[in-house]
């Protein structure tokens, strides 16, 4: 959990602040640049981290929550990270996601660069556990799609490994776009019962002038938080 949350550091974009709160909408104008990133509708991409996590999935109710009733019937593309190896796999999403096997050090950055490339609603289904943190891709790719105006919501799913009683997460990583109506995230979101899982943690991430501040955990998700 500690590595994803100082990956997020996305730190200073070497702008100028706005010294007053009543400038805060110029500002924003002027140095954010204009969404033209329109992303494709009808074109959910699911990209699912093959991990020795995931190989415990029986353990994780809300996994099974999430994909079996919620993915399963949003998800257009399906890619499986496949330690280096990013493969497009055809069928069932519920099949796909019964026969998953642990690969080692998987292509994070290649399934980073492909979401922010191709403009599609997208989520990422990870440990985030082999992530290097002397590699900063997690913290530029979410700034590039943030630049293009998008926004992204992330899920934590805490679990104990029952073979070595260490306490162990799963993320869930949606990109999306909060203005556009039907979104993948507001989806989820209405979808996942999220009272039924007080340890699930949740934060959304946005640039926007409205309002200041990071809020993690339990935030609002009508919010948007300011990077």
Same mark, same amino acid.
């Given at each position: ?95 796909? %996601? ?95 019962? %999220? ?33």
């Amino acid at each position: 959990m500690l590595l994803l949350v100082a990956a997020l550091s996305l730190g200073s974009c070497d702008k100028p602040t706005p010294e007053d709160e009543e400038y805060l909408y110029d500002f924003h104008n002027q140095y954010t640049p204009t969404c033209s990133h329109q992303l494709l509708p009808d074109s959910m991409t699911l990209y699912v981290d093959y991990t020795s996590t995931l190989v415990m999935k029986a353990q994780m109710r809300f996994y099974w929550h999430v994909m079996k009733n919620i993915m399963a019937n949003k998800t257009k593309r399906y890619y499986a990270i496949k330690g280096q190896e990013i493969i497009r796999m055809a069928g069932d999403v519920v099949e796909l %996601l019964r026969d998953v096997s642990n690969y080692e050090n998987p292509d994070l950055k290649g399934a980073l660069d492909r979401i922010v490339s191709d403009n599609v609603e997208a989520m990422l289904v990870t440990d985030c556990e082999q992530l290097d943190q002397k590699e900063p891709f997690l913290k530029e790719a979410f700034k590039k799609w943030l630049m293009k105006g998008h926004d992204i919501y992330i899920i934590s799913d805490p679990f104990v490994d029952p073979k070595t009683q260490a306490h162990r997460f799963m993320f869930y990583i949606l990109f999306y776009d909060a203005d556009n109506p039907n979104n993948i995230a507001d989806y989820v979101i209405r979808s996942a019962r %999220l009272n039924q899982y007080p340890k699930v943690k949740r934060m959304k991430i946005s640039i926007t002038p409205k309002v200041k501040g990071f809020h993690g955990g339990h935030s609002d998700p009508d919010r948007k938080s300011v990077v």
